[in-house]
């Protein structure tokens, strides 16, 4: 398995967000990443490749120009040290009030692109599993706004590279993070050129509640190519593991040339910010279920909070996955 990652991923350090009208800690930390680097090096994974750097066109393919010049603009305007939080939803283009933009977002947000469209140029005929182990997180992040830790989505720009490079007729996601990725549904809800699988806390009670509904199906073109699977707090590996293996049914019928995997530990029941109950060791069920798709895959990190779970999930799932 070959690793893309990129050590300045340290360097973006949002410290709070606004929480039910008062400043909380922000969770999305540099340890995080670097935790499952540290133990996937020790577990032997340490094929790790840098980064290239790709042209803005390729996020184009899927952001709004308007939303893109907004964010730099905001972190250009921006003192260093400063962080910028959208007080009220809906009032910008960020549509929460956990997303702060300071001076480096732009750049962490680039980098990160940079990171998967790297791993997924990496992705060929002799090597069939690449990681992108990179931050920050991207699958909250819509056509036209941040929110949610996401600022560019990273696996839907590592989808429309494949879908442009004509590697591809059709690509399908797998969104396994706790939270249902709205942006990424978003993104392809009019195309059945991708599909959306997600499994994630039932959005009646969890982030984003705006979105992840089994109704939720896609339009147009796109119907019937967004599967959304949601499950009740403190699911288990019984449960989970039932929804796993709808959505790999579904994408086994969708035949694609590509999955792109998007990796949230934030499932773990170790994990301070999401609900489900799931174990180290189901970990390596779960990475062990989708080996069996024998399609090449593309893992692109997501959310997942706690360091140490992130760790040993990490060196689990890829142990049964590669
Ligand atoms: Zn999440």
Known sequence: MKIVYDPKHVLHRPTKEIDRGKFIENPEKPERIEAIKDALIMNGFDNIHSPNSFPMSYVYLVHDERYVKWLKNKCVSLEPDEEYITELFGYDLCFDTGTPISNWTFDAAKRAVDVTLT?????????????ALVRPPGHHATRGACGGYCYFN??????????????????????????????????????????Y???????????PWVSGRESETGQGPGEGFNINLPLPPKSDWRKYSEALEQALREIRNYYPDVLIVSLGFDTHADDPVGGFSLKDDDYGLMGKAISKLKIPTLVVQEGGYNPRANASAAVKFFSALV
Not at 155 to 181: E, P, Q
């Open 119 to 131: 791993a997924a140029s990496l992705l060929s005929g002799r090597t069939n599993l690449v990681y």
């Open 154 to 195: 990273n696996a839907a720009v590592a989808a429309m590279y494949f879908l442009s490079r004509g590697n591809a007729d059709g690509v399908a996601i797998l969104d396994l993070d706790f939270h249902h990725g709205n942006g990424t549904q978003d993104i392809f809800y009019e195309t059945d050129e991708v599909l």
């Open 197 to 207: 699988v997600s499994i994630h806390g039932d959005p009646d009670i969890f982030y």
